[in-house]
């Protein structure tokens, strides 16, 4: 069963378990990064939010573990926009949002 999960700035680079769906991200303690695994399952999907919309003050950024593969033909996501959220699905060779 995938789940939630709550990441600070404390856990991070934080990276994601296969058990993982939504992760929300306090950066209210600093910047905090994502790694989203290398080459799961097809069609696996994960949210990354901002829960506390810190990510113009303290960055938010998504990537993968040695950013093998990519999140819309790059190498790294970064929030820019308060409470944002993206919604990610690994389709075989990389990550589209």
Do not use: C, W
Request: proline share 4%.
């Amino acid at each position: 069963m995938n789940s939630y999960v709550n990441v600070t700035h404390a856990m991070s680079p934080y990276t994601v378990l296969a058990t993982d769906f939504f992760i929300s991200v306090d950066a209210t303690g600093g910047s905090v990064t994502i790694l989203l695994p290398n080459g799961p399952s097809a069609n696996e999907e994960y949210v990354v939010k901002d829960r506390l919309g810190q990510s113009s003050i303290n960055t938010i950024t998504v990537t993968t573990v040695g950013g093998t593969d990519t999140i819309d033909g790059s190498t790294t996501y970064i929030f820019t926009d308060p409470y944002e959220s993206i919604d990610l699905l690994f389709h075989g060779t990389n990550y589209e949002i």
